[in-house]
């Protein structure tokens, strides 16, 4: 293979792997300089000669390729002969007669002078320099897109991950843990998600998207509603249980901006965009303020609170309510009230609240449906009993043999109920 070949053969290459032509040319004389080194060794002193002194000239369109070695003519007694960019008279009177001390030689070489291993090595090496190029334009590229949402196509489901390709071919992942449990993945469809994170494996780069951060909730309010992307509405802060519901605290210096009602859109056309996105996920959306009570009200929404103790020391909030309010502060499976702290950064605690003198009243069974199953419930009503004292009322070994209930799960009903008025 001549320089012609080589170089044309590389340029092909590299243009198919979208490498400009300067990146190009610098790769071709890394190649060719480290041929050099290869080729004429080292110094006296045992190290490898500097190239500064030899002349490359690449023209990649056209597939050319020259190579100049420069040195200096000196007398052959000094003591500098034997530097690598240094000539003796005699030799350089062998190429030119003419020539005289201190003027310079410019000899070409060419590459058939490397040798056929030399050249075959050159070859590989720009190859896998195009290679290694390629991997680190796309880690920088994706490095710039961490936070930023993306759409792939799925190509193959894994039980860790999901594997998409991008609109270039890449490969990149969801992984399981950065999935909606409800998500559902088939061949060939298009999947969007934020970048998440970019790393270096085993010196490949791993691309992995995420579904479950708030970050990819809060594109998704940048891309449905204007006036976030336009910076008119400002989310302050984003709390999910990806798939189930999230809360979202938004808040506008503009005050002729309604910033919860801009979010949800008429009719709830801009939040529905973004639910249907999320698996119906249930998004809460409030506005914020720096009045803690105030935004602790807000934030355990649809629940009304009577009154409210804060213990900053501590970061613990007493949230105190009418018994009938406190299962919607809870929410189902306390996600509520679990998704109100986050949003607070408080931990709340809820109590009932009694009238003064008022002896701790009864409690109705459907308020404990966060914790007993909506089944077991059904069967303690089914023998007359609808509310907590009215079961206490009863020993184990009664509610066993009048429902049908194992004795484990009514150990935990009971369990559940004397908690409530400890």
């Known amino acids: 293979?001549?320089?012609?070949?080589?170089?044309?053969?590389?340029?092909?290459?590299?243009?198919?792997?979208?490498i400009d032509r300067p990146?190009?040319?610098?790769?071709?004389?890394?190649?060719?300089?480290?041929?050099?080194?290869?080729?004429?060794?080292?110094?006296e002193n045992g190290n490898p000669i500097p190239t500064d002194n030899f002349d490359i000239i690449v023209?990649?369109?056209?597939?050319?390729?020259?190579?100049?070695?420069?040195?200096?003519?000196?007398?052959?007694?000094?003591?500098?002969?034997?530097?690598?960019?240094?000539?003796?008279?005699s030799e350089a009177q062998r190429i030119e007669p003419d020539f005289e001390i201190g003027e310079e030689v410019s000899e070409q070489i060419f590459i058939e002078d490397f040798g056929r291993r030399a050249v075959t090595t050159a070859r590989q090496t720009l190859i896998q320099k195009v290679k290694d190029l390629e991997k680190d334009i796309l880690f920088q590229?994706?490095?710039?897109?961490?936070?930023?949402?993306?759409?792939?196509?799925?190509?193959?489901?894994?039980?860790?991950?999901?594997?998409?390709?991008?609109?270039?071919?890449?490969e990149i992942a969801v992984p399981r843990g950065e999935q909606i449990q409800k998500d559902r993945y088939r061949k060939?469809?298009?999947?969007?998600?934020?970048?998440?994170?970019?790393?270096?494996?085993?010196?490949?780069?791993?691309?992995?998207?995420?579904?479950?951060?708030?970050?990819?909730?809060?594109?998704?309010?940048?891309?449905?509603?204007p006036e976030v992307y336009d910076g008119l509405i400002t989310i302050k802060k984003v709390v999910r249980e990806p798939g189930e519901r999230a809360k979202v605290a938004v808040e506008s210096y503009d005050?002729?901006?309604?910033?919860?009602?801009?979010?949800?859109?008429?009719?709830?056309?801009?939040?529905?965009?973004?639910?249907?996105?999320?698996?119906?996920?249930n998004i809460d959306v409030i506005n914020y303020t720096e009045n803690l009570e105030l935004y602790i009200q807000r934030a355990l929404s649809p629940a009304k609170i009577t009154s409210i103790k804060i213990d900053k020391d501590n970061g613990r909030v007493s949230v105190y309510l009418k018994?009938?309010?406190?299962?919607?502060?809870?929410?189902?499976?306390?996600?509520?009230?679990?998704?109100?702290?986050?949003?607070?950064?408080?931990?709340?605690?809820?109590?009932?609240e009694l009238a003064e003198g008022q002896v701790e009243e009864d409690v109705d069974l459907s308020e404990f449906s966060?914790?007993?199953?909506?089944?077991?419930?059904?069967?303690?009503?089914?023998?007359?009993?609808?509310?907590?004292?009215?079961?206490?009322?009863?020993?184990?070994?009664?509610?066993?043999?009048?429902?049908?209930?194992?004795?484990?799960?009514?150990?935990?009903?009971?369990?559940?109920?004397?908690?409530?008025?400890?």
Not at 24 to 32: H, K, S, T, W, Y
Request: charged share 35%; with cysteine; aromatic share 6%.
């Open 59 to 89: 023209n990649a369109e056209k597939g050319d390729l020259e190579i100049y070695r420069i040195r200096e003519i000196v007398d052959d007694d000094s003591e500098d002969i034997w530097e690598h960019n240094k000539i003796s008279l």
């Open 255 to 281: 005050d002729r901006i309604d910033p919860v009602g801009a979010c949800v859109g008429m009719k709830g056309s801009r939040i529905h965009a973004i639910v249907r996105e999320l698996q119906n996920e």
């Open 141 to 170: 590229k994706y490095k710039d897109l961490v936070g930023e949402i993306i759409a792939g196509e799925v190509y193959q489901v894994l039980n860790k991950e999901v594997l998409l390709t991008d609109g270039e071919g890449n």
């Open 370 to 422: 966060d914790e007993i199953e909506s089944w077991v419930i059904d069967e303690l009503n089914r023998i007359g009993l609808d509310t907590a004292k009215s079961v206490l009322a009863l020993s184990k070994d009664e509610l066993v043999r009048r429902t049908d209930l194992e004795e484990e799960t009514v150990d935990n009903i009971l369990n559940i109920l004397k908690k409530e008025f400890e």
């Open 188 to 225: 060939g469809e298009n999947v969007r998600a934020i970048v998440h994170k970019v790393e270096m494996v085993n010196g490949n780069p791993k691309i992995i998207l995420s579904r479950t951060s708030p970050v990819f909730l809060e594109r998704l309010f940048e891309q449905e509603v």
């Open 323 to 352: 018994p009938d309010q406190v299962s919607l502060a809870i929410g189902k499976g306390g996600l509520n009230i679990k998704l109100a702290s986050r949003l607070v950064g408080y931990e709340i605690d809820v109590f009932r």
């Open 23 to 43: 990146t190009m040319i610098r790769i071709l004389e890394d190649v060719f300089r480290n041929m050099i080194r290869k080729k004429y060794g080292e110094d």
């Open 1 to 18: 293979m001549d320089a012609h070949e080589l170089i044309q053969s590389f340029a092909e290459f590299a243009k198919q792997k979208n």
